[in-house]
T-cell receptor, first 113, second 114 residues
Framework: DGGITQSPKYLFRKEGQNVTLSCEQN?????MYWYRQDPGQGLRLIYY???????QKGDIAEGYSVSREKKESFPLTVTSAQKNPTAFYLC????????????FGPGTRLTVL | EDKVVQSPLSLVVHEGDTVTLNCSYE??????LLWYKQEKKAPTFLFML????IEKKSGRLSSILDKKELFSILNITATQTGDSAVYLC??????????????FGTGTRLKVLA
């Protein structure tokens, strides 16, 4: 089955720890995105990547880092510099040059204890 | 600053009612407007609109875009409890290298009571 997977589904972290969220897609899409969603709010863009080995900051990149070493994978690291990391994180992908519809993964809910 | 504003923020209706959700936008470069439904996890795609005045329809849901006035509406007729969700509006902003940046609104939380 083609799609986007995110792991883990739930993640708990102590303050001061870095944590990495996984996002993998087998849709052969070029572009991948990370969003953060807080209660009562829409999706805010953290980082996006249009091709391998390239990525751009979104609107709220501070305290986050990403890599794009493979087309299929776009992991997000939430660093200890992120002051309020508890949120729902969504990964999405898009076929470059195709339709505008993003495909979303199931999300990871991160809670900082 | 690019922004997408949705209204109302939340809405409670009874089954059978008709609802209209609003989305207005201010973006530098507009390519398309998308509506998504988010129940508990990942948003699922509903409609993509690029041209003014052309209604997109899927069952009880329909949507239309007004590019002159910079807004879109999503209508749901004969609502059912299964329509309860957050409805997200997003506008795509083409980047210089061929992909798109998405600007999302805060969403409208719809609750349909039996």
């Amino acid at each position: 089955d083609g799609g986007i997977t995110q792991s883990p589904k739930y993640l708990f972290r102590k303050e001061g720890q870095n944590v990495t969220l996984s996002c993998e897609q087998n849709l052969n899409h070029d572009a991948m995105y990370w969003y953060r969603q807080d209660p009562g709010q829409g999706l805010r863009l953290i980082y996006y990547s249009q091709i391998v080995n390239d990525f751009q900051k979104g609107d709220i990149a501070e305290g986050y880092s990403v890599s794009r070493e493979k087309k299929e994978s776009f992991p997000l690291t939430v660093t200890s510099a992120q002051k309020n990391p508890t949120a729902f994180y969504l990964c999405a992908s898009l076929e470059r040059g195709g339709a505008d519809t993003q495909y979303f993964g199931p999300g990871t809910r991160l809670t900082v204890l | 600053e690019d922004k997408v504003v949705q209204s109302p923020l939340s809405l409670v209706v009874h089954e059978g009612d008709t609802v209209t959700l609003n989305c207005s936008y201010e973006v530098t470069n507009f390519r398309s407007l998308l509506w998504y439904k988010q129940e508990k996890k990942a948003p699922t795609f509903l409609f993509m609109l690029t041209s003014s005045g052309i209604e997109k329809k899927s069952g009880r849901l329909s949507s239309i875009l007004d590019k002159k006035e910079l807004f879109s509406i999503l209508n749901i007729t004969a609502t059912q409890t299964g329509d309860s969700a957050v409805y997200l509006c997003a506008v795509t902003d083409p980047t210089t290298s061929g992909t798109y940046k998405y600007i999302f609104g805060t969403g409208t939380r719809l609750k349909v009571l039996a």
